[in-house]
């Protein structure tokens, strides 16, 4: 059967937040008589919704840049008003999550083919094809007109009327643009839900057709908003009326027992609440690490890789603040955010260090920590809702490598846990090789550790308890549309 994503069914309004990861030019005729038109001009008007989303999507094609972060700068600077910066981020993370669809149908309409196209261009045109086909609410002469216009200011005549040409076909030919028949089920879902190939292989191999399609498909929806409350300051049922009675639209989570999910809130971070240490804003899948950990006060904890913070803040929150936290990360300036972590939520207990987990065996002394998380550097193929950027930046060998690194943290940290101690292992994937395979591997050579229950007092009903019986929890991002993540609790015989 024939499919087709061209149905404008999709909102114009993510319901997520900015933030939480080319050809050669080619020369018409017109080119060659125009030496300057190699480069984009530079602009002297004030940005536009679709000015911001070209400049962030520019800036991560060509210079490889994270989506959120790039667009956070590109709206701070740009200083839009509430509707076009919602306007800008659905197109950013739209064009990104739909690129496969989109450049299928763009091969079909651009004459030269895509790869000849200027990065500037190239995005220009995806992004407002991604407007046709996607957004219901935004006309499509309003679409063409804001891309030639763009074009104008950017490039020159011959551009702006390509852009206009390429444009207008599609709006003739909407109705076939559609995808082939005949293809096989990595191809079909690659397509439909945009995704690499290789990457839809992979997970049609370890949980078969329909699982992946699930898998894609709500990798492509926005991503909802949801906040942990501050153990230390009050209950989530406290700080759920609270929010109710200053006209938040909020409901507890279905995954974890401190998180609750705003809907329509906006940035939470500029709320009073955030200001003063009531909440954290942190991903539902996120939040059940701490409960796996399950410190108790006065305990020394270690938090291996621990940037931005929030784990960290969990962990220090469920011992009230009591005993000792190191939180360890790679780079300086995310030890700074760990940092702000800590003051904005009034915690004395977290302690920072810039330090290689792979070297942390070196820094403190043998059997030393009660608790140990080590929330593993991973692919992310679980957050691709969030980054949709990813999913196009990781190749298939990247894996091992990736892989081969989780294990020499956890040789190198293992050590520093007591006997009786418990480590909890995390990811923020569902690659199995990172995942299950890694903490086999781990116990294999390991025969001292072994996989303990995760402890699930107080869970919502529909959290996967039976899953926390093994001692291993997988989260989909389509069960309770939220990060994937994955969590294993392992400790060390006495």
């Known amino acids: 059967m024939c499919a087709s994503p061209v149905k404008k069914n999709e909102p114009d309004n993510r319901k997520g937040q900015a933030g939480g990861d080319s050809g050669p030019a080619s020369r018409s005729r017109t080119d060659?008589?125009?030496s300057q038109a190699a480069k984009p001009k530079r602009e002297h008007v004030k940005k536009s919704a679709r000015d911001a989303a070209l400049s962030v999507l520019t800036g991560v094609e060509e210079a490889g840049s994270y989506s959120n972060l790039k667009l956070n700068q590109i709206l701070r600077e740009a200083d839009l008003p509430r509707p076009d910066a919602a306007l800008a981020t659905e197109i950013v993370y739209g064009t990104i999550q739909r690129r496969n669809t989109i450049d299928y149908y763009l091969?079909?309409?651009?004459?030269?083919?895509?790869?000849?196209?200027?990065?500037?261009?190239?995005?220009?045109?995806?992004?407002?094809?991604?407007?046709?086909?996607?957004?219901?609410?935004?006309?499509?002469?309003?679409?063409?007109?804001?891309?030639?216009?763009?074009?104008?200011?950017?490039?020159?005549?011959?551009?702006?009327?390509?852009?206009?040409?390429?444009?207008?076909?599609?709006?003739?030919?909407r109705a076939e643009l559609t995808l082939p028949q005949g293809m096989t089920d990595a191809e079909r879902i690659s397509l439909e839900h945009s995704h690499p190939e290789w990457l839809v292989r992979r997970w049609i191999k370890q949980y078969g057709a329909e699982a992946c399609e699930r898998i894609c498909k709500a990798n492509?929806?926005?991503?909802?908003?949801?906040?942990?409350?501050?153990?230390?300051?009050?209950?989530?049922?406290?700080?759920?009326?609270?929010?109710?009675?200053?006209?938040?639209?909020?409901?507890?989570?279905?995954?974890?027992?401190?998180g609750i999910v705003v809907s329509s809130g906006g940035n939470m971070a500029l709320t009073?609440?955030?200001?003063?240490?009531?909440?954290?804003?942190?991903?539902?899948?996120?939040?059940?690490?701490?409960?796996?950990?399950?410190?108790?006060?006065?305990?020394?904890?270690?938090?291996?890789?621990?940037?931005?913070?929030?784990?960290?803040?969990?962990?220090?929150?469920?011992?009230?603040?009591?005993?000792t936290?190191?939180?360890?990360?790679?780079?300086?300036?995310?030890?700074?955010?760990?940092?702000?972590?800590?003051?904005?939520?009034?915690?004395?207990?977290?302690?920072?260090?810039?330090?290689?987990?792979?070297?942390?065996?070196?820094?403190?002394?043998?059997?030393?920590?009660?608790?140990?998380?080590?929330?593993?550097?991973?692919?992310?193929?679980?957050?691709?809702?969030?980054?949709?950027?990813?999913?196009?930046?990781?190749?298939e060998e990247d894996i091992a490598g990736i892989a081969a690194v989780q294990q020499s943290i956890l040789e190198a940290v293992h050590g520093l846990l007591k006997p009786g101690g418990v480590l909890v292992y995390s990811t923020c994937t569902i690659e199995r090789t990172e995942n299950e395979d890694a903490v086999a591997r781990f116990l294999e050579v390991h025969p001292e550790f072994v996989l303990d229950p995760i402890p699930t007092t107080g869970w919502p009903e529909s959290a996967p308890l039976e899953q926390a019986a093994s001692g291993m929890i997988s989260i989909m991002p389509d069960r309770y549309g939220t990060d994937g993540f994955f969590i294993a609790r392992i400790r060390r015989l006495a």
């Open 220 to 258: 492509n929806e926005p991503p909802h908003v949801s906040i942990r409350a501050n153990a230390r300051r009050q209950h989530q049922d406290a700080l759920l009326e609270q929010l109710r009675l200053g006209g938040f639209d909020a409901e507890p989570s279905a995954l974890s027992p401190a």
């Open 325 to 395: 936290v190191w939180a360890c990360d790679l780079h300086p300036h995310k030890k700074r955010l760990i940092d702000e972590q800590a003051q904005r939520l009034g915690l004395k207990s977290v302690r920072t260090l810039v330090k290689d987990a792979r070297e942390l065996a070196g820094e403190f002394e043998p059997a030393s920590f009660d608790r140990i998380l080590l929330d593993a550097p991973c692919s992310g193929f679980g957050v691709i809702r969030r980054k949709p950027d990813l999913k196009w930046g990781k190749r």
């Open 272 to 323: 009073p609440g955030f200001g003063q240490g009531d909440y954290s804003i942190q991903d539902e899948s996120s939040m059940l690490v701490a409960e796996a950990l399950q410190p108790e006060a006065g305990m020394t904890v270690l938090d291996c890789c621990a940037a931005p913070g929030g784990k960290t803040a969990h962990i220090a929150e469920k011992m009230d603040d009591t005993g």
């Open 107 to 173: 091969a079909k309409l651009v004459t030269k083919g895509l790869g000849k196209l200027q990065p500037w261009v190239r995005s220009l045109l995806r992004m407002s094809l991604y407007q046709l086909l996607y957004l219901e609410r935004v006309p499509d002469h309003a679409v063409v007109s804001e891309a030639v216009n763009i074009a104008k200011r950017r490039g020159h005549q011959g551009i702006s009327g390509m852009v206009n040409g390429v444009l207008r076909s599609a709006i003739r030919q």
């Open 32 to 34: 060659r008589r125009n």
